[in-house]
């Protein structure tokens, strides 16, 4: 019943800026965590941005910190990650997840995620 889709994937330039969007639908949580997710090949999948649904937390992982924002669209139902100033370690595979009431780091206990949208960033 729970579906996340996420797009807005690409292959830019050192620098450029990309800008991802996660449509849920099947939710009735009125609190609940939304983050993003990456994994590059043959490394772990961590963390990038995550929320709770009725503010009062966000947070970014050191290495996406001021240049990645996170924000949600409740009316919609969507949560998007602008990413900016964007570097070759950012390429992977991202990924949407929520949880109703998880928002830590640990990805494997997320609840509900996505099918993946690739970014790809060349020097």
């Known amino acids: 019943q729970v579906q996340l889709v996420e797009s807005g994937g690409g292959s830019v330039q050192s620098g450029g800026s990309l800008r991802l969007s996660c449509a849920a639908s099947?939710?009735?949580?009125?609190?609940?965590?939304m983050g993003w997710f990456r994994q590059a090949p043959a490394k772990e999948r961590e963390g990038v941005a995550r929320m709770v649904t009725s503010g009062g937390f966000t947070y970014y992982a050191d290495s996406v910190k001021d240049r990645f924002t996170i924000s949600l669209d409740n009316a919609k139902n969507t949560a998007a990650l602008q990413m900016n100033s964007l570097k070759p370690e950012d390429t992977a595979m991202y990924y949407c997840a929520s949880h109703p009431n998880y928002c830590g780091g640990n990805w494997r206990v997320f609840s509900y995620w996505g099918q993946g949208t690739q970014v790809t960033v060349s020097s």
């Open positions: 099947g939710f009735t949580y009125t609190s609940a965590c």
